[in-house]
């Protein structure tokens, strides 16, 4: 998939491959044998780690999804028993439908980040650092911190929200304890919170625009915002397809933000719930393992299923 | 590039927790499931035994009195080190799953009543039956309530710690302010009704209400099931269908259609306790361990504690932390000398007079009396004669999830309580029946 640019760290000066060393003559095989072993040794650590740690789990819960597991690891083989029961549990199509939901929601961040980091990288901008920490701040801040101070915005009597909305002759409703409105609440702050890293991510590519063809551009007597739809949007569709996949995978996975906003003991919390909170709900509050790993090997495949033909429908709008 | 996403890391964590656990069980070669015995070999160990003990708890709050503990059990075992491990109460049970399934629990640590079951029927835990045999433990000196709640299956594994009952926290001010008599002495549920929906009449338009409920039925509903005359599990199986029940769970929903309570929406956004605490709320049923909620507020001045309202008999739920010593434990001796100098009349002293808890030890709780002198918190220790457990099950969790699903249904009005609980009542059967 060598269309994707690299998006971050790589600058066009940087040195690709042996290019920086045209003119030194063809290595010598001595030094064949050391770039064959290198590599090796800095990556072999992560390797195993990423082995022990990614691989070896996903392992795990496969075999265990096929278990019924007893209360402390005790189990028996139960086939795809687990499986059987998962499709046929409304529970999963209703968080489903509201990981989908969720995820519809936090992609409608995107647009607004192209456009932001856009008029962040507007030359001559001042303050332009202060604003990119601004934006920033969110997603280093931690998801629990996040919601805590939300769970308060969204309070229904006393929030800043409805207090807002008041004034302009609207009456909130109680975003966190309506069964509609609280998935969208989360979503509103999950959007909120990705919208930082989407931005560092689109302004780097945009910095690898060149900036002759705005020039060219504003000779033929494009305006800003004709050379923001002809020159910018299709230039970063690489980078933008790339912040689309990230963001898809991380909000398949929305769980933090869900559990903290809306509260354990919450009662809409059965009717908002994600894929994610599902297979807690099932592997530690009903302590059914053996389902909750067939709930886990569910969320694995359908990523893994939506990223693929991300990727398949990527020919028809990322510029090479 | 994943892995930079917060939303990642947690999911990450928790398959890793549990494949972590599931590798664990593998190395241990399926350690799990031995069932509980009934006999127990205790002796109390000599002086200069030498052992490292771990003591898992989640309370912060209680660390001093508890180091205050391990110094006195030094003064009679020196060479015993006892390690204090706070985990916090979001995370402790999760955690200890992880410890039981891979034989790595403390070797001492504290339990609750919603998981005695699911640790004491998979013999995970020591019975205490040996020191109990050997006199270094007479459990009459505890609550019979709480000593029944960590008998699992006619054995009994914990020694009560502490306990708490349920009552009404009021706000004096907000009642004189009203107009409105405290009530004196029992009183039944139309009195606290009528004095609910009185307070809220006079003092709506300020957003205060006369009482807050909840959904939370330790303080709320399980002690008016219980008022009521009904249970919430008979022998095994629901009794939500019962006309006792519903009409314990009816009371909730009539106390909010009047508006003598925030709606159940409300309660969400903002709890019970903190509608009580910002001055909204005038009563406020709630537990004894509320009490250090008020510590150094404004509030502790105005506050008195009333008894609940009495249905067709009194009740209030009782529940209680308890030490239990980890069957895996290496060092099983000296965590036992721990569990039952833990249990003595001393410790539990030492637990009293530092006024976070109500010790379980007979004649100890004085001093949490003494620790709000205008507040009447002789009522929370009145109740124990009236107490019942806190209803559990093997996998309490399981059912639990039910009721705070099913439950506000009925109390926001939304469907009528029979139907909601005859539901209930089958979710929570079909989860009985697969423990």
Redesign the interface.
């Given at each position: 998939m060598a269309t994707v640019s690299p998006p971050l760290g790589s600058s066009p000066r940087a040195p690709r491959g042996r290019a920086g060393r045209a003119g030194g003559g063809a290595p010598s095989e001595e030094g064949r044998g050391r770039d064959g072993l290198w590599p090796v040794l800095f990556v072999g650590p992560l390797l195993l780690g990423v082995a022990v740690f990614y691989f070896w789990p996903i392992l795990q819960t496969a075999f265990y999804s096929l278990t019924d597991w007893g209360a402390f690891g005790g189990w028996t083989f139960a086939g795809i028993q687990n499986y059987l029961e998962l499709f046929a549990d409304p529970a999963l199509y209703l968080s489903l439908g509201n990981t989908l939901l969720y995820t519809a929601i936090v992609l409608l961040g995107i647009p607004l980040a192209v456009y932001l980091a856009s008029l962040l990288n507007l030359p001559g901008l001042r303050f332009a650092a202060l604003y990119r920490v601004l934006f920033f701040l969110p997603y280093v801040a931690m998801p629990t911190a996040v919601a805590m101070v939300w769970r308060v915005i969204f309070n229904g009597d006393f929030g800043l929200l409805n207090y807002g909305l008041g004034l302009v002759g609207i009456e909130g409703p109680y975003w966190i304890s309506t069964p509609g409105a609280a998935l969208v609440a989360v979503a509103i702050v999950g959007l909120w919170s990705s919208l930082g890293f989407s931005m560092i991510v689109l302004a780097a590519g945009l910095k690898n625009i060149p900036p002759e063809l705005y020039e060219a551009a504003e000779l033929d007597g494009a305006t800003r915002w004709r050379q923001f739809r002809s020159v910018t949007v299709p230039l970063l569709t690489p980078s933008i397809f790339f912040v689309t996949i990230v963001t898809v995978i991380s909000s398949f996975q929305l769980f933090d933000l869900l559990y903290a906003i809306l509260g354990s003991s919450n009662p809409v919390l059965p009717r908002s719930m994600s894929l994610v909170y599902f297979f807690y709900r099932e592997g530690f509050v009903s302590n059914d393992k053996g389902y909750a790993a067939a709930i886990a090997m569910f969320v694995f495949l359908i990523i893994g299923l939506v990223t693929a033909l991300q990727f398949r429908l990527q020919k028809r709008w990322v510029q090479a | 590039?994943?892995s930079?996403?917060?939303?990642?890391?947690?999911?990450r964590a928790?398959?890793?927790t549990?494949?972590?656990?599931?590798?664990?069980?593998i190395l241990?070669g399926?350690?799990?499931?031995n069932a509980g015995g009934g006999s127990s070999e205790y002796s109390a160990p000599e002086e200069d035994l030498s052992a490292k003990i771990t003591y898992g708890l989640w309370d912060q709050n209680q660390v001093p009195a508890i180091e205050e503990n391990i110094e006195a059990f030094n003064e009679i075992y020196p060479n015993i080190e006892v390690n204090v491990n706070v985990t916090p109460y979001g995370e402790y049970?999760?955690k200890l799953?992880t410890q039981?399934?891979?034989d790595t629990l403390p070797d001492v640590f504290w339990m609750n009543g919603p998981n005695i079951g699911?640790y004491g029927?998979?013999g995970?835990l020591e019975p205490i039956t040996g020191a109990v045999d050997a006199g270094d433990l007479d459990l009459a000196n505890y609550p019979e309530a709480l000593v029944d709640l960590y008998n699992v299956d006619d054995v009994q594994y914990g020694v009560p710690k502490d306990f708490d009952t349920i009552a009404i926290w009021a706000n004096r001010a907000l009642f004189e302010q009203a107009g409105v008599a405290l009530p004196e002495g029992d009183w039944t549920w139309e009195e606290f009704q009528s004095t609910a929906s009185a307070i809220s009449d006079a003092l709506g338009g300020q957003?205060i209400y006369g009482a807050a409920g909840g959904?939370?039925g330790q303080t709320t509903y399980y002690n008016t099931i219980f008022q009521a005359g009904g249970a919430v599990i008979d022998d095994g199986t629901s009794a939500y269908d019962t006309p006792e029940a519903q009409a314990g769970i009816q009371f909730w929903t009539d106390l909010i259609a009047s508006g003598a309570s925030?709606t159940?929406?409300?309660l969400?956004?903002?709890t019970g306790d903190q509608w009580f605490t910002s001055g909204k709320a005038a009563m406020y049923w709630g537990g004894s361990w509320f009490r250090s909620a008020l510590t150094d507020t404004e509030l502790a001045a105005d506050v008195t504690v009333l008894p609940l309202p009495e249905g067709e008999q009194k009740a209030s739920v009782i529940h209680g932390v308890s030490n239990v010593v980890s069957a895996a434990s290496k060092n099983k001796q000296a965590a036992q000398a721990f569990q039952v100098f833990l249990a003595s009349e001393e410790a539990q002293q030492m637990q009293g007079d530092a006024g976070a808890i109500i010790p379980a030890f007979d004649g100890t709780q004085g001093a949490f009396t003494e620790s709000l002198p205008d507040a009447n918190l002789q009522v929370f220790l009145d109740a124990l004669e009236y107490s019942q457990p806190l209803p559990v099950s093997s996998?309490s969790?399981?059912w639990n999830?039910f009721e705070?699903?099913l439950?506000?249904?009925a109390f926001s009005g939304e469907r009528p309580v029979d139907e909601v609980t005859a539901e209930l009542a089958e979710q929570m059967n079909a989860?009985l029946a697969e423990e």
């Open positions: - | 590039m994943t930079t996403s917060p939303f990642a890391r947690t999911r928790l398959v890793a549990a494949a972590t656990a599931a590798f664990a069980v241990s399926c350690s799990g499931g049970w999760t799953q039981a399934s891979s699911l029927s998979n995970q957003g959904m939370d925030p159940i929406q409300q969400t956004d903002t996998n969790a399981a999830a705070t699903e439950l506000p249904q989860a």
